[in-house]
């Protein structure tokens, strides 16, 4: 059987991704009750950072030890990557010593020809063009809350960043609406806009974007290598903050998610993050238990 990837939702099938998701909810109560049984005994993840990490690197470090097995964490210090090493050597000795192998990157095509080359299932823990592993702890966050989101709408405020482009793709495999509030200049993508207009939309001004939908979703206005435009960004994103206002149009019992860091007061307000009754805190922790899934996934097939 051919080496399977996890570079994109599209990846899985519709099916694949309802069945990781009511996995990763049980594997949660599993570990609430005691644990697991070392299912990743003597497996070996092999975790690419390229980036900096919080979440990402503590939720696939702890999940592999949880299961019984071992991360071993490689910066670019640590790699020849970092010192030229082509991207398809590297991809064919790491992936004869480990047994499933995480990156995190710039150019999403680095983890493409990174998976061409490796004979280990390769998962993309982050490019500047998507963050899937984000969209499986986001679409659990939502299961466990409010159940199926299929049929439902959901609006993505901010930047069209690798995270609103990775809500584009569950859009299509989770099926819902989404609807985009972004600056001119700040859109995704136009050709993932394309190949889905008959669920997604652009809709400039956020308090529309926002009436009547279910889930509301942002993201820091400069990501991660943007960090000099973060000034300019601020005053071009003015007016597109989640905020209670926002929250007072969408629907009774909506949600609202941020995949973190936060600035407070710039793309969310301190009160929404800050609300005891905010689900953030558990799509954090999700990102643990949907990963430990796809894990789990990709090396029992």
């Not at 050597?89 to 983890?111: K, P, Y």
């Not at 899937?132 to 199926?148: V, W, Y």
């Amino acid at each position: 059987m051919a080496t399977r990837h996890f570079l994109t939702l599209l990846d899985l099938s519709p099916t694949e991704l309802n069945n990781l998701i009511t996995r990763a909810i049980a594997l949660k109560a599993e570990l609430a009750n005691g644990g697991h049984n070392d299912p990743f005994k003597n497996k070996v993840l092999g975790m690419v950072f390229e980036k900096s990490s919080t979440r990402t690197r503590v939720s696939f470090e702890a999940g592999m030890a949880q299961f019984g097995g071992h991360a071993m964490f490689l910066s670019p210090r640590d790699t020849q990557l970092g010192r030229g090493e082509p991207i398809e050597d590297s991809a064919r000795v790491l992936s004869s010593m480990t047994d499933i192998i995480m990156i995190r990157t710039f150019g999403h095509e680095i983890i493409e020809r990174f998976a061409q080359n490796s004979k280990v299932p390769v998962i993309n823990a982050l490019t500047d063009d998507y963050h899937p592993c984000q969209l499986l702890a986001d679409m659990q966050t939502f299961t466990e809350h409010r159940g199926s989101i299929q049929g439902k709408t959901v609006t993505w405020i901010g930047d069209g960043n690798n995270m609103c482009q990775s809500y584009i793709n569950a859009a299509r495999q989770f099926d819902f609406e989404l609807r985009i509030a972004c600056p001119e200049g700040f859109d995704p993508n136009s050709d993932l806009i394309k190949a889905n207009k008959d669920r997604v939309s652009i809709v400039r001004d956020p308090v529309a974007a926002a009436k009547d939908s279910h889930l509301l979703v942002t993201d820091v206005w400069a990501s991660m290598g943007q960090e000099d435009q973060q000034a300019e960004r601020i005053k071009l994103f003015t007016g597109y903050q989640l905020n209670d206002q926002l929250l007072s149009v969408a629907a009774s019992d909506a949600l609202y998610m941020h995949c973190l860091p936060a600035h407070r007061g710039e793309e969310i307000s301190a009160e929404l993050m800050d609300h005891p009754d905010t689900v953030i805190w558990d799509e954090a922790e999700n990102r643990l238990h949907a990963q430990k899934a796809l894990m789990e996934l990709l090396l029992t097939q």
